[in-house]
Antibody
Framework: QVQLVESGGGVVQPGRSLRLSCGAS????????LHWVRQAPGKGLEWVAV????????YFADSVKGRFTISRDNSKNTLYLHMNSLRTEDTAIYYC???????????????WGQGTLVTVSS | DIQMTQSPSTLSASVGDRVTITCRAS??????LAWYQQKPGKAPNLLIY???SLESGVPSRFSGSGSGTEFTLTISSLQPDDFATYCC?????????FGQGTKLEIK
């Protein structure tokens, strides 16, 4: 079955960097756009970034633009989120999610991984 | 950015009730709206996409409607497994925003 598994979360000091990974299985990874979505403790969901199937297009939320980058390795079925200049407000569970439409941007997220917690604290 | 306003924020209901949750967009989004269910400690789960399309495997008691700026999620007859938080999400020009969520509680 389709599965997404995030890793790389942890505790990091403000201003430092962290890289999250998302391993995928059960579908043709190279034909789907992929997203990162986060959820601060006790708060709602916030979309972070999307990367197209061939990595030619990348879009970011204003809150992370210029600090976060997104990449993928289609040969390894893995999605990445590179987070730089981390702030306390970046503390959240980070989910990777597959775009809902094969070969294009569908506008919805399905399925989601189980999430990885990033805590930014001194 | 397009803002999504969801109501109510909390809803108390009983098994067997029919419930409706509303989501309003700050500008027209056509039918680019999805609904998710989230249980504590779990990732969200897609219920409805493109405003009214039922995701495969989701029970038919869930339905979505609306277009433009007004959307609704309806659960026709609440089951014990349905008590959770529900969230809408819009897509517009490579930007995605979520509503703040509706917590559905047992009355």
């Amino acid at each position: 079955q389709v599965q997404l598994v995030e890793s790389g979360g942890g505790v990091v000091q403000p201003g430092r960097s962290l890289r999250l990974s998302c391993g995928a299985s059960g579908f043709t990874f190279s034909t789907y756009a992929l997203h990162w979505v986060r959820q601060a403790p006790g708060k709602g969901l916030e979309w972070v970034a999307v990367i197209s199937s061939d990595a030619s297009d990348k879009y970011f939320a204003d809150s992370v633009k210029g600090r976060f980058t997104i990449s993928r390795d289609n040969s390894k079925n893995t999605l990445y989120l590179h987070m730089n200049s981390l702030r306390t407000e970046d503390t959240a569970i980070y989910y990777c999610a597959r775009d809902g439409r094969n070969g294009d941007y569908g506008g919805w997220f399905d399925p989601w991984g189980q999430g990885t917690l990033v805590t930014v604290s001194s | 950015d397009i803002q999504m306003t969801q109501s109510p924020s909390t809803l108390s209901a009983s098994v067997g009730d029919r419930v409706t949750i509303t989501c309003r967009a700050s500008q027209s989004i056509s039918n680019w709206l999805a609904w998710y269910q989230q249980k504590p400690g779990k990732a969200p789960n897609l219920l409805i996409y493109k405003a009214s399309s039922l995701e495969s495997g989701v029970p038919s008691r869930f339905s979505g409607s609306g277009s433009g700026t007004e959307f609704t999620l309806t659960i026709s007859s609440l089951q014990p497994d349905d008590f959770a938080t529900y969230c809408c999400q819009q897509y517009n020009s490579y930007s995605y925003t979520f509503g703040q969520g509706t917590k559905l509680e047992i009355k």
